[in-house]
């Protein structure tokens, strides 16, 4: 079993609908848990981190986290063609400072 | 600000030769992190460098890779004996200081390396 996993994809959502990405990670006693962008041929850039079991909102975008259940969700709401892109979730295990990443979903919005 | 840079921005070079990347890291910065993505995959973890203390090399495939960072700043990723297997983007991500914050990874452009 990967540490970290994710559907790679692709995911197709028509604009304005809701995108939803999910992750399940192995380390139970991991503590914090990180949703990263990258388009293509560009470097990872950080859109959301959750650290707390339930919901975390920031504009457009919510996290879900249920560590009983080992899995980390990000929502997107209102898609946007300019979201298109790989999403990669990235897990902190415990007592460590590595980042274990997925290898991350492909999102496409069609216009 | 300057974000973290890395160079070169391509590297292509033979196999058996050995490489030299760059990086910069964010001003302040204290930790700092190698990782290594190929084509369509996800980021490997690599190396991980917090202050002056022991780096954590758990992450490097082999003994051809190496890495060392001077004075707290600048770090130097080593790939001796090149193989083709090694051809992958190279990324190097930095974090600040303290408290929740030193979590957030900043990345920088990579290193595309192409061993022929």
């Known amino acids: 079993q990967k540490e970290v996993e994710q559907n790679s994809g692709p995911l197709s959502v028509p604009e304005g609908a809701i995108a939803s990405l999910n992750c399940t990670y192995s380390d139970r006693g991991s503590q914090s848990f990180f949703w990263y962008r990258q388009y293509s041929g560009k470097s990872p850039e950080l859109i959301m981190f959750i650290y707390s079991n ?3 909102e920031d504009g457009r975008f919510t996290a879900q986290l249920n560590k009983a ?4 969700s990000l929502l997107i709401r209102d898609s946007q063609p300019s979201d298109s892109a790989t999403y990669l979730c ?3 295990p415990s007592g460590t400072y590595k980042y274990i990443f997925g290898t991350g979903t492909r999102l496409k919005v069609l216009a | 600000g300057a974000g973290v ?6 590297k292509v070079t033979e196999k058996g030769k050995d490489v030299e990347l760059r990086c910069d890291p964010i001003s302040g910065h204290t930790a700092l992190y190698w990782y290594r993505q190929s ?11 917090q202050g002056n203390s022991a780096p954590d090399k758990s ?14 700043s600048v ?3 080593t790939i001796q004996r090149t193989q083709q297997e090694d051809s992958a983007v190279y990324l190097c991500a930095s974090s600040p200081t303290s408290g929740r914050a030193r979590e957030t990874q900043y990345f920088g452009p990579g290193t595309r390396l192409l061993v022929l």
């Open chain 2, 59 to 72: 992450g490097l495939p082999s003994d051809r890779f190496s890495a060392e960072r001077t004075g707290g």
């Open chain 2, 5 to 10: 840079s890395q160079s070169p921005s391509n």
């Open chain 1, 69 to 72: 259940s080992q899995y980390v």
């Open chain 1, 90 to 92: 990235a897990v902190n």
């Open chain 1, 54 to 56: 339930g919901d975390k």
């Open chain 2, 75 to 77: 770090s130097t990723l």
């Open chain 2, 39 to 49: 084509l369509g995959q996800g980021l490997e973890f690599l190396i991980y460098f």
